[in-house]
């Protein structure tokens, strides 16, 4: 049997004779297929993570089960327990699908970096301040209406 091609970064590579190839590498309907992550090797060298790998994730949805779900930088999913929408955390991949990963938290970061929250407090108050004038405003439409010079609003 030839040689696994994930050899080289499989955690459990083990080889029953020497020279004969990973135990968990085999052929299943005419494709490579790696038993230890019941997964085709095909989609194995696809996947951005993999087990046991820290990454960042940004955290804006829930799934069904509760989960919340995120991305990471690439946009790979990846759902993570315990963790609600609009966050962003350092996670632990725990286990990787075809198409999504499970992961557990180790560390919650802010939502923003530094450098750029001081640029959206300046813009907050900005807006802020537009708020204020808009309501003032408001008010003083409010004021004129009923009077006998506008009783109708008009």
Not at 36 to 48: A, C, E, F, G, R
Not at 60 to 68: C, K, N, P, R, V
Request: hydrophobic letters at 30%.
């Amino acid at each position: 049997m030839p040689d696994c091609p994930l050899a080289d970064d499989c955690p459990s590579f083990s080889e029953r004779i020497e020279g004969m190839g990973c135990q968990h590498y085999g052929d299943r309907g005419g494709k490579e297929w790696c038993n230890h992550y019941s997964q085709p090797i095909q989609d194995l060298k696809t996947q951005p993570v993999k087990t046991g790998e820290e990454v960042v994730v940004e955290v804006d949805d829930i799934h069904e089960s509760g989960a919340g779900v995120g991305r990471t930088d690439d946009g790979f999913i990846v759902m993570v327990d315990g963790v609600l929408p609009e966050a962003r955390a350092r996670v632990e991949i725990t286990k990787v699908q075809s198409n999504f990963a499970w992961a557990d938290e180790l560390e919650r970061l802010p939502l923003e970096p530094e450098d750029e929250a001081d640029e959206d407090e300046a813009d907050a108050e900005a807006v802020e301040a537009d708020a204020e004038e808009e309501a003032d405003e408001a008010a003083e439409r409010r004021e004129r209406l009923g009077s006998r010079d506008n009783f109708w609003g008009g």
